[in-house]
């Protein structure tokens, strides 16, 4: 990042404290940094704060004479090679969507043609809230870049997605955008599936499971950091679009298997879904009435392997082909068995038996299951072990690549 120049947009939230750790690790790596910090913003962070670690003045106010005399805000906007939101308020992405334009923040964005980077922060039912979905939407189509927020405990005392990306995250976010390429994936491509699939009975049942598409899509958000051009195969889930990810959204696994296929060649495959072993035979075009006592027999078909067409895909086998195996008990001896039986080359094992709290939670526990041994990982978080299967795949690839 050396010589790269970052505008720093810190708006009103908690995480700025985090802002001033942010500054510290992008001025390690040689990128000079200037601020501007909303009225809301210095309600937890001081100017003197971030003028200390910037070493620059920090710009608060839209119409001040010593600003407009020494650099306009227009020329503030256009004078960096990057903006960064962070922390990004619901209020902040809610003015940029709509082009409102009433404090040197807002104004800076709008004046701005220079790419945009947002890491948003704020309480968990702001970020789901649809006012906020709906202007994230539009923010992200017109190109402007996110990175988190992550799950977990908030500052308010409540649980969920908000909590503004960690310093690393938001710099390895600065890094793929400043320097394309760079990362230890770069010009690798990657397919993950993720999510559970959802196989119809008729117009309004279907069959389904507990998968919440957390562990897939943290792991295509941790690939793609590392720079490789990621594909996201997903069933139904309420899991934003990871940033810097092509994302499909299917519903079955036929639909899921022919997304894969399409989204071949690639050097990576990560199986992460549970995609539903067995659809409804025949799919009911009307609503299935009760009609006397019995209740309708369903007869089951087995759904297509994903993982274990993608494991004998040929000459289109992706390089590495990583398989999960979501298991009750005995979970690596049951783990060793699939990784034979299902042709690819790993297989992250992780236990969801009743009381592990994996479906739907934020931590996981696995072992990763090679030919050669099994590696147990402590219980950390479903982002954590993204990062640290997108590592263990760069080692494994550079080594292949050498
Ligand atoms: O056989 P089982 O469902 O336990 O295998 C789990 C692994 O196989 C996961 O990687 C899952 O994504 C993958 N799978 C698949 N297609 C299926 C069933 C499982 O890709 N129809």
Not at 22 to 42: D, K, P
Not at 347 to 355: E, F, H, K, L, T
Request: aromatic residues 2%; negative net charge.
């Amino acid at each position: 990042m050396n010589g790269k120049r970052l505008l720093l947009i810190v708006s009103g939230g908690i995480a700025a404290y985090k802002s001033l750790e942010l500054i510290r690790r992008l001025r390690e790596r040689g990128a000079a940094v200037r601020c501007v910090l909303t009225a809301g913003g210095a309600q937890f962070v001081t100017p003197l704060s971030l003028a200390a670690l910037t070493e620059e003045k920090v710009h608060c106010e839209l119409f001040s004479l010593t600003d407009e005399s020494e650099m306009g805000h227009i020329q503030l906007s256009r004078s960096a090679d990057l903006l960064v939101v962070a922390p990004a308020s619901a209020d902040i992405l809610a003015k940029m969507a709509h082009g409102l334009a009433d404090d040197l923040a807002s104004t800076v964005l709008l004046a701005t043609d220079t790419p945009v980077l947002v890491a948003p922060a704020m309480n968990v039912r702001m970020w789901q809230h649809p006012a906020t979905r709906a202007n994230l939407a539009l923010l992200e189509q017109r190109g402007v870049h996110r990175v988190g927020p992550n799950e977990g405990d908030m500052a308010c005392g409540e649980y969920g997605p908000g909590r503004m990306a960690e310093p690393d995250e938001i710099v390895a976010a600065i890094s793929g955008l400043l320097e394309p390429g760079s990362g230890r994936l770069a010009g690798r491509r990657a397919v993950v599936t993720s999510g559970p699939t959802h196989e119809p009975i008729d117009p309004v049942r279907y069959i389904a499971n507990r998968s919440s598409g957390k562990q897939g899509h943290a792991i295509a958000a941790a690939l793609a950091r590392l720079g490789a051009e990621t594909h996201l195969v997903t069933g139904p889930t309420i899991e934003p679009d990871p940033p810097g990810v092509a994302v499909s959204h299917v519903v079955t696994a036929r639909d899921m298997l022919a997304a894969c296929e399409a989204a071949l060649p690639a050097d990576i495959a990560v199986c992460a879904a549970a995609v539903a072993d067995w659809r409804a035979a025949t799919e009911a075009e009307q609503k299935v009435k009760k009609r006397g006592k019995a209740p309708p027999e369903l007869k089951l078909v087995e759904n297509p392997d994903i993982l274990a067409t993608l494991s004998a895909a040929g000459n289109r086998r992706p390089a590495l082909v990583v398989g999960f195996a979501a298991e009750t008990e005995s979970v690596v001896k049951h783990a060793q068995a699939k990784l034979a039986k299902k042709g690819c080359d790993w297989i992250v094992a992780n236990d969801v038996s009743a009381g592990s709290g994996t479906f739907g939670g934020d931590a996981n526990t696995v072992h990763l299951i090679r030919a050669d041994g099994v590696e147990d990982w402590p219980s950390m978080s479903k982002q954590a072990v993204g990062d640290r299967l997108a590592a263990a795949i760069a080692d494994h690839l550079d080594g292949s690549r050498s």
